[in-house]
């Protein structure tokens, strides 16, 4: 190797180490979704279905914040809120999970509302049953709206006309399906997804984002052994190698190597039935699944920040099983 080689791959080398400590310290984790370039992003903009929309109707925006998870969070609570209220919602032409979902909702700016009432909510998990009832005004939510109750109502036509995965997406995720049964020989089993959420959220724990542990994952998956002979798991996660080194490696248990987080998601949304355990995007892949849903019900964990902005009767479904 010669002299100006070596040296550009020491640069190489303290740029790459700078970037993952960046990572490391910032509990940023690299997710990537709506990398698929045949991917075709809806434009609905508002002027161009004016004449639809009953101008009468008050009009309702929220603030997308946080990450994929909480964006369908709040994409589902503006349907909600808007449905109780007869309310017009309107998204942002620019929030990800566009790039996601074939979502039909008109797009806008805020520069749409007139004189509205900025509505803020400080308890992200806790339901806020005063959106039942708002004012007949233009409103604009912020803050985290966390709570299965803010949708139940509108939930078929969420499943059915919103989240409803762009084709190249679903594609992808039925081909790693079909895959994983072929591989393991399996083409007939009940199909359970188990979502291992680690990454940023074992340094956070601090906060009450706690991981589940190895015990947790034994024990649902035993739970769903017993109750369907032919079963097949496919786990997905953020850390491949932890999942890898202290998960069960049974002949039903196929680890998937992809890394996309919206095929990911389409993968889980397309089981039977679901492992779920911590964060919102994991929360998403047990409401996507027409089944069972098991979760981890040591998240999150009583008395911290995240912990005392959950009221656990209102982030997790009635029917879904914490263990
Ligand atoms: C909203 O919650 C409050 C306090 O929990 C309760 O008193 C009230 O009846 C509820 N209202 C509706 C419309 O459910
Ligand atoms: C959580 O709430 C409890 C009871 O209200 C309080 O004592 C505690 O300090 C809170 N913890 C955090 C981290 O906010």
């Excluded at 762009?166 to 895959?179: D, K, R």
């Amino acid at each position: 190797m010669s002299f100006r080689r070596q040296k550009r791959f020491f640069y190489l080398l303290i740029i790459g180490t700078a970037f993952l400590f960046l990572i490391y310290i910032t509990g940023y984790t690299p997710v990537l979704f709506g990398s698929d370039p045949h991917v075709k992003r809806p434009h609905i903009r508002f002027e161009d279905v004016a004449d639809q929309i009953d101008h009468r109707k008050p009009r309702i925006m929220i603030n997308w914040i946080g990450r994929m998870g909480n964006h369908l969070f709040e994409y589902a609570c503006l349907l909600g809120i808007a449905k109780w209220n007869n309310m017009t919602p309107i998204i942002s032409p620019t929030v990800d999970i566009l790039d996601v979902f074939n979502l039909p909702a008109p797009q806008g700016s805020l520069s749409l509302l007139r004189d509205p009432i900025n509505y803020f909510y400080p308890v992200a998990a806790k339901f806020d049953n005063a959106t039942m009832h708002l004012q007949q005004r233009d409103y604009y939510l912020t803050g985290y709206r966390q709570s299965w109750k803010y949708f139940e109502h509108v939930k078929e036509d969420l499943l059915n006309n919103h989240f409803v995965f762009h084709e190249p997406i679903l594609a992808t995720a039925m081909s790693y399906i079909n895959a994983a049964r072929k591989e393991k020989n399996k083409p007939d089993a009940v199909i359970v997804g188990v979502h291992v959420r680690r990454g940023d959220f074992v340094r956070q724990r601090i906060k009450g984002f706690t991981v589940a542990p190895i015990p947790f994952y034994f024990k649902t998956m035993n739970y769903f052994r017993r109750k369907y002979p032919n079963v097949l798991f496919i786990i997905c996660t953020n850390d491949y190698f932890w999942a890898l080194d202290n998960l069960d490696h049974g002949p039903d248990v196929f680890y998937s190597t992809n890394t996309d987080g919206a095929v990911d998601l389409a993968i889980m949304a397309n089981c039977d039935h679901m492992i779920i355990t911590s964060g919102t995007y994991s929360w998403w892949a047990g409401y996507l699944v027409r089944g069972e849903v098991i979760y981890y019900k040591g998240y999150p964990e009583p008395n911290t920040i995240i912990g005392n902005q959950t009221v656990r009767e209102d982030y997790y479904p009635p029917n879904w099983i914490g263990m």
